[in-house]
């Protein structure tokens, strides 16, 4: 037994030695393929990972005339080449022409292009960009640069240096993208660049970064005393770096940031500290009328000094009524003229604004101080009424509110929506599926509330004026592939093939990734093929994009073949109010008990709901009908709940409906109407039996409503009736 044991023991060690053998052959074979593969190429360098040499490994230089690649993806014609630090790069002075990847560089004579061993351009790469300009691609990002435009690799990052008046624009084009950093400065010091269509396209003086999707002010890049500039302020005091949005939003996700567009201003600093100081000039589109001679300048967060410990804050500039409000969240400094507000300890030792005098000629610009504690509460509130502190020429007055309302003598003004319109903020990650309460916070309710004679006639008599031929003609539908995207880059020419069901698939996994898809198609007690669902997770992430720091101020909508689109919540009314619309015949309907009555106790508050609930029955009726599936027969109702929530809105929130936000709700919910109508015309099988059975759900009250505002042809045509 005991031979037999160690036999089988030494059968073991041979066979062992074995495999190791031949793994360790297999690996020099490989090795032998890679390095006959680099020899055979045609190309004048060879890199194997550790370093690169040229195949004639005798000479550390090469002189090209006639079009030759240097490496894999790298073309050139009348070049100089030489390998540096021992092999570890390779430099190419470019006489005649460059083609990386495909694709020619337009460039002008004095350049050095620096690759390292792996073929990618690195530091010490520089070149002007020839006249006419071109497209180009640096480090997996596309970018289009004028004539003249420097570029320089240098310290990890590409330093764009362009004439004046360039509009930056820059492409990811992968998930490699996101590794590179960017630069981009004028050629003049002086001279102004025009920010991204993302950040309004304003003008803008200073050096601005880019990485990851983000475009941010870096400390590092900045003069000790040098002032970035953008329409309308400037910024001062950078500490730090800090980021710049386009939306006018709050924002959770960055600790020092300016979010702007032509309505909103936004300053945050989510971390203690005090942030940038912002000062506003003539040209500001918020402030009208602010002249040279007025000064106003603010700051997010504090400092620590003697007497306060270093704190966080938030500073909401925005227009109510024709007035200038600000708004805060947690410290802040303020200087309006000669006085300055900010947050501290009193002589009290207790936490309070701190006014002070500011040494200065400048006049002060009217505005009102709304809230400044981290509750929101107004700055004071004595006997059930509520007060605001007003700036006036030469002092600050605290009056009431509702005097303040009858001193304001500016109307609303209707304007077009546009693609750019502003996003107020919102918390709303849940479904309606797996909705919580505690996650919500209450909305923002106005400042008073017009008497009934307001609420019943003055906005009717303004929609009538403002009524366009065709009320979806203002719905301008965001671009999905503009949104950011941690998983993946959307293929726009894909996206065009998909029928709705392959679509909405691939949008929900765009935004949110694989794992969150499967949760939403399931299907929640619905048929699946519909994507109902799917389209409630995608305008649930979408809803997430554009919150923007908790607060409870939009719904974003995801219409199939389409795009998105962004709605402000009106403040001012609940669901339990729509019911109140609701033609009695439908409140038999089980759907009226599922949707507007017991969903109340998670979105009592958002009675944009509805708008969400509709979109996802005509999301899933374009999916059926394309599909041949089963229709849903809740669409005519939702028709009808819809038409009851503009109603409402229109009797409760009067500012709403008659300014921008009215125009662009009238215009979705027309869009909709049209595309539901088609859906239930087709579940019908018959236009005329359709149109029969929605009049019958509706009352005379919203069919008034209907008509009045989308007009009686437009309504006659849709509708029905």
């Not at 802040?332 to 936490?351: A, Q, R, S």
């Amino acid at each position: 037994m005991l031979k037999k044991s160690q036999k089988s023991k030494n059968i073991y060690k041979i066979f062992k030695i074995l495999l190791i053998s031949l793994f360790l052959f297999l690996l020099f074979l490989n090795y032998l393929t890679l390095v006959k593969s680099q020899s055979s190429s045609n190309t004048l360098i060879v890199c194997d990972g550790k370093k690169c040499y040229f195949r004639d490994r005798s000479t550390t230089s090469l002189e090209v005339k006639d079009s030759q690649e240097v490496i894999q993806g790298v073309k050139v014609t009348n070049s100089n080449i030489r390998l540096v630090n021992h092999g570890n790069n390779f430099v190419i002075e470019v006489k005649g022409e460059i083609e990386i990847d495909g694709r020619k560089f337009n460039i002008e004579k004095e350049n050095q292009f620096v690759f390292d061993k792996n073929g990618k351009l690195t530091d010490g790469t520089r070149f002007y960009v020839g006249k006419g300009g071109g497209t180009f691609v640096l480090q997996n990002n596309e970018i289009n640069l004028d004539g003249g435009t420097f570029v320089h690799f240098n310290n990890g990052k590409i330093y764009i240096a362009s004439p004046e008046n360039w509009k930056i624009n820059i492409k990811p084009l992968d998930k490699d993208a996101k590794n590179a950093e960017f630069v981009f400065v004028s050629l003049d010091e002086e001279k102004k660049l025009k920010l991204p269509d993302s950040l309004n396209g304003y003008d803008f003086i200073g050096p601005i970064n880019y990485r990851n999707g983000f475009f941010y002010i870096s400390k590092s890049e900045i003069h000790e005393e040098q002032k970035i500039k953008i329409d309308g302020f400037s910024i001062d005091k950078i500490k730090k770096d800090f980021y710049l949005f386009g939306d006018g939003e709050k924002h959770s996700e960055v600790d020092n940031y300016l979010s702007f567009n032509n309505q909103r201003i936004v300053l945050g600093k989510n971390e203690r500290g005090a942030g940038v100081y912002i000062e506003f000039d003539s040209k500001n589109e918020i402030f009208e009328n602010f002249k040279n001679e007025n000064y106003l300048g603010i700051q997010a967060g504090r400092d620590r000094t003697e007497n306060a410990q270093e704190g966080k804050g938030t500073i909401t500039i925005f227009k109510e009524k024709g007035i200038v409000n600000i708004e805060t969240e947690g410290d802040f400094m303020l200087v309006n003229g000669k006085e300055i507000f900010y947050t501290g300890k009193n002589k009290k030792g207790e936490e309070d604004i701190i006014f002070n005098i500011n040494k200065n000629d400048k006049k002060n610009y009217p505005l009102i101080l709304k809230t400044y504690d981290i509750n929101k509460n107004p700055i004071i509130k004595s006997n059930g009424k509520e007060f605001v502190i007003k700036f006036e020429e030469d002092s600050w007055k605290i009056l009431e509110r509702s005097e303040l309302e009858k001193q304001i003598q500016e109307p609303p003004k209707i304007e077009e929506p546009t693609k750019e319109k502003e996003h107020p903020a919102v918390s709303k990650t849940q479904s309606k599926e797996q909705p919580k309460q505690e996650e919500r916070k209450p909305v923002e309710q106005p400042p008073s509330k017009p008497d009934n004679k307001e609420e019943t006639t003055q906005p009717q008599q303004q929609t009538n004026q403002q009524i366009p031929k065709n009320p979806e003609d203002v719905v301008i539908y965001g671009d999905i592939s503009t949104l950011p995207s941690n998983f993946f880059v959307l293929d726009k020419n894909k996206l065009q093939t998909l029928n709705a069901k392959e679509e909405l698939s691939y949008i929900i996994r765009y935004l949110a990734g694989e794992e969150y898809a499967k949760y939403y198609e399931k299907g929640g007690g619905l048929p699946d093929d519909l994507r109902h669902e799917v389209t409630h997770g995608i305008n649930a992430k979408l809803t997430e994009i554009f919150s923007r720091g908790g607060v409870n101020r939009v719904q974003a909508f995801y219409v199939v073949k389409k795009g998105f689109y962004v709605l402000n919540n009106p403040t001012g009314l609940t669901m339990q109010d729509v019911t109140y619309n609701v033609p009695i015949q439908l409140k038999r309907d089980s759907s009226y008990q599922l949707y507007l009555i017991d969903q109340q106790k998670y979105f009592l508050n958002e009675p944009l709901y509805i708008l969400d609930e509709f979109v996802a029955y005509n999301n899933g009726g374009v999916v059926s009908g394309e599909i041949h599936g089963r229709e849903s027969l809740n669409i005519p109702q939702f028709m009808v709940y819809s038409l009851a929530l503009g109603r409402t809105i229109e009797q409760k929130n009067p500012t709403y409906w008659q300014n921008i936000n009215g125009v662009a709700f009238r215009g979705f919910v027309a869009d909709q109407l049209i595309r539901a109508m088609e859906n239930h015309v087709r579940q019908t099988g018959d236009r005329e039996r359709a149109l029969a059975t929605f009049r019958a759900m509706t009352n005379q009250e919203l069919q008034d409503f209907a008509r009045r505002n989308f007009g009686a042809e437009w309504t006659k045509r849709i509708l029905g009736f």
